[in-house]
């Protein structure tokens, strides 16, 4: 899930890891909640986006990829 995170992941060779470690949780808990965008709460897409993209909005980063009403 989260296509346009992955992508600026990837471009800005950010891990998962180093994610983990800006919200506080260890890697199996980011994994499962990169996987499953409903585990992800807002204020930790808050911290990410701030801290490893910041010229990028919320809903830019964390689109899901399917239909959103």
Do not use: W, Y
Request: proline share 6%.
């Amino acid at each position: 899930m989260f296509p346009n995170l992955r992508a600026e992941m990837a471009r800005k060779r950010v891990t998962s890891h180093m994610l983990a470690d800006a919200i506080g949780v260890n890697p199996a808990t980011m994994s499962a909640k990169l996987n499953h965008p409903d585990r992800l709460k807002l204020m930790e897409c808050k911290i990410i986006q701030a801290k490893f993209f910041p010229h990028l909005t919320i809903d830019e980063l964390f689109a899901t990829g399917e239909h959103e009403e």
